[in-house]
């Protein structure tokens, strides 16, 4: 199936290989480098209470790296990225946001839920780096494969054990969670109400690290606020 039928059938799409693994080191090492410089505009993640008991707070997620550093704003711009990117949401793209993900042994994964429970517009379109292997023990991605086409769904509390975010999609009936393992340069590409997200990494030495970059297609919808379906009117639960 052509990538294009692909994504628009199952919401999500892997292009494999799209970053040598020479690429995929100099990201990689750049971002523990500056993770070792101190905290960053918008650090999350860690639970403060539990100290070094929660990786991490040792290693929270960066978020709009670009803003502040050089090589961010460079790589978020990737034609691969961009191209491909907006070939599948069939629009010109602009950025919408970056991130990095370290996810160390032992970390928190992330509730399943739609980016478009968090960001308002549609359509949107993520770009996944993979900057290491990925599998089910250390906390591979998961996807709903047709989800992207059950519309807006509602939120509910994500478990605090599991998640380090507050919310997450309350589960449609019959929703069938696929893991995808990836090798370091893979992306995987999702859209906005396509349900994804993490468990935790299981392992006691295998980091889970990605680097992400969100775009919005030049011509967006907005999504009213609604409690129900927006991850702003969650209040998580206690850890
Ligand atoms: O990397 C993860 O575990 C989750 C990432 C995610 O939810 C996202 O990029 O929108």
């Avoid at 070939?87 to 602009?94: A, E, N, T, Y």
């Avoid at 807006?152 to 998640?163: D, F, G, H, N, V």
């Avoid at 999702?190 to 992400?212: L, M, Q, V």
Wanted: hydrophobic share 35%.
């Amino acid at each position: 199936m052509e990538s294009k039928d692909f994504f628009k059938e199952n919401g999500y799409y892997i292009s494999r290989e799209l970053f040598s693994k020479d690429e995929v080191a100099e990201i990689r090492e750049h971002f523990m480098e500056m993770r070792k410089e101190g905290p960053k505009p918008g650090d999350m993640g860690g639970d403060a209470a539990k100290g070094d008991k929660d990786p991490l707070n040792l290693f929270p997620r960066f978020i709009n790296m670009h803003k502040w550093d050089k090589k961010t704003d460079r790589w978020r711009s990737d034609p691969r990225l961009t191209k491909t990117a907006a070939d599948l949401v069939s629009d010109q793209v602009k950025l919408c946001q970056t991130m990095l993900y370290f996810k160390p042994p032992g970390a928190r994964g992330q509730g399943l839920h739609q980016d478009n429970q968090y960001i308002r517009q549609f359509p949107i379109i993520a770009a996944w780096i993979a900057l290491d292997r990925c599998d089910a023990s250390n906390g591979q991605m998961v996807v709903v494969p047709g989800s992207n086409k059950l519309g807006i769904l509602q939120t509910e509390k994500a478990a605090p054990e599991r998640s380090f975010t507050g919310g997450q999609t309350k589960m449609p009936e019959g929703a069938n969670e696929v893991g995808l393992e990836m090798e370091e340069g893979d992306v995987l590409f999702f859209g906005g109400f396509t349900i994804h997200g993490s468990y935790p990494n299981e392992t006691k030495d295998r980091f889970r690290r990605a680097f992400i970059v969100h775009y919005f297609a030049e011509n967006t919808e907005t999504l009213k606020e609604d409690p129900l379906t927006s991850m702003s009117g969650v209040k998580p639960e206690k850890p």
